[in-house]
Every structure is written in C-alpha cells, then in structure tokens.
C-alpha cells in the first residue's frame, strides 16, 4: 500500500528540490551567515508545493491516465481520488504556511507557485503555456531559495549575486522548459530525430550560457568538474535518444534530465562556494539513481 502513495509522489524527484533552494540561496549567500533553520523551513515548503503540484498533476489528469496509464495509483483505485486531494491541498497549504514564517517575500513567492502550479495542473499543460509555467515554477523554486536573503544581499550594493541567481535562473527556467517540451513526445509512435533534437538544443545554449558566465568570472573554476559531468550525460542521452525516439528511449531521457536538475544545482553552487560544496549536492544524486529502478520518474 505505501508502494502506491511512493508512485504517487513520484518519491525520485523529490530529491532535485531541495537542490534548488539550496543553489538559489547560495548563490547570493556567499558573504553573509548560513541560516539553518530558515534553510530548512524553505527546503520543507519546496517540497510540500512540489508533493502538491505532483498530487494535483494526477487528481486533473485521472481520466487520461485511465486510457493511458491504467496502472498509476489513482486510476487504478489504489488511492482514492479524495485522499489524494486532500493531502494535495493540505501540502499547499503548509507550504505557504512555513514560506511565511520565513519572510513576506518567500509567502509572495509560494502564493504564485501555487497559483501556477494549479493553473499548469488543472487547465494549462496542454496548451502552449505548459512549457513556459513548468519552467517558471522551477525558476521560482530557486527563487524560494534565495528570497530569504536577497533582501540582504542587494543592500550591500554587490552586482556578482545578482548575476549569479539571474544566470542561475535563466538556465534553469530553458532547462525545465526543454524537459516539459520533450515530455509531450513519450506517449505515441516513434518521434523522427529532427523532432527530438529541438529541446536538447535548448540544453546545449544553457550549457554555452554557464561558459560564457564563468568566462567572465561570474563563477569560480571549481564549476569545471560538475559541468563536465553534465555535459557528457546530456551528451550520452542526446545520442541514444536521437537513435531512437521511441516512448521507452524518450521515458528514460526525461528520467535521466529530470534527476540531472541536481547536477546543475551542483554545478552553481561549486561556482559559488566551492568544489566541496558542489560536490556534497552531489550526492543528493545518488538515493533517487537507486529508487528510480523501483518507481517512475514520468
């Protein structure tokens, strides 16, 4: 039984959250004192919005998943449809309730998370706009994590913060984007290369806008081993994916793209704090490597 609510949850990625707040944070908190407890009540905001968002997704979606995806935990019966919308909406509504006890910009923060995140959930995936609101929630994600201290940070009047969350939020939000685009290819016939080659082109300009920024000196050299990671498994991914567009192949790209959110995580904070530091985020990498054999990522 508790399999079902872990499917529900999509329990991998919910790992590739608390890698943002804490890249977003990190990225203007260089200079000024670490906050435990404020780090701590933002990354359990995060992840209760996420839980609500995922929850949500498959509340709105229970009758195309009927047709599509029998076996998935609500239309399957497995958990009810109104347990799911009431852990879905209590979620939410702890998730700002803890985003208020941090600061009234981290509350304005998650209300417009929230009204994303049911707007993309109930109405807006299939539209043109599915794409740019799953990107904007994750660029806000990374915003949560910075909202405690941006204030602090701008008033010592230092432009390298600034440029550090603004790159940091700008590939994030194309990255996310590319994902969603190539996540409305898994279900249907093969996709021809041409098709899929479009959001891994995106992926490749968020590479080139990390060189370029850490060619100006926006971020430390200790940036070169996370981003050398990422480039090869993006490139390894791109090339089987490009093989063959299957369902299969595009299931298992988005899979190995959404749990590669904490290899870009890992790569701004090495830019920011340091290759220890970046490398410890890492590790976040590795429970939901190992979990993702057992439960769905898609």
Request: with cysteine; net charge positive; hydrophobic share 55%.
């Amino acid at each position: 039984m508790i399999k079902h609510y872990f499917l529900l949850l999509r329990v991998p990625n919910l790992f590739t959250v608390p890698s943002n707040i804490l890249a977003g944070y990190f990225s203007v908190a260089q200079s000024l004192s670490t906050n435990l407890s404020v780090l701590s009540l933002l990354v359990g905001s995060s992840v209760l919005l996420y839980i609500s968002g995922i929850v949500f997704n498959d509340y709105f979606d229970i009758e195309v998943d009927r047709k599509e995806r029998p076996f998935r935990p609500l239309p399957s019966e497995k958990v009810s449809k109104q347990t799911a919308f009431v852990a879905a909406a209590i979620s939410m509504v702890a998730a700002n309730g803890l985003a208020f006890m941090v600061s009234t910009l981290s509350f304005s923060v998650t209300i417009i998370l929230s009204v994303i995140i049911l707007g993309y959930d109930y109405q807006l995936k299939q539209t043109v706009l599915g794409p740019i609101l799953m990107g904007s929630a994750r660029t806000l994600n990374v915003l949560l994590g910075a909202s405690a201290i941006l204030p602090g940070a701008i008033s010592v009047q230092k432009v390298l913060p600034e440029q550090r969350l603004t790159i940091l939020c700008i590939s994030m939000f194309l990255y996310v984007l590319s994902i969603t685009l190539l996540s409305r290819m898994e279900v249907g016939p093969a996709k021809p290369a041409r098709t899929v080659t479009i959001p891994f082109v995106v992926i490749f300009g968020v590479i080139a806008i990390i060189i370029i920024a850490s060619s100006f000196r926006v971020f430390q050299l200790d940036i070169a081993v996370s981003l050398s990671l990422f480039v090869g498994v993006i490139v390894i991914t791109f090339k089987r994916t490009i093989f063959e567009g299957s369902s299969t192949n595009i299931q298992r790209a988005i899979k190995t793209l959404v749990l590669s959110i904490i290899v870009i995580d890992s790569i701004f904070i090495s830019g920011t704090l340091g290759l220890y530091y970046g490398l410890t985020i890492l590790l976040l990498i590795i429970p939901p490597i190992f979990i993702s054999r057992k439960l769905y990522v898609t």
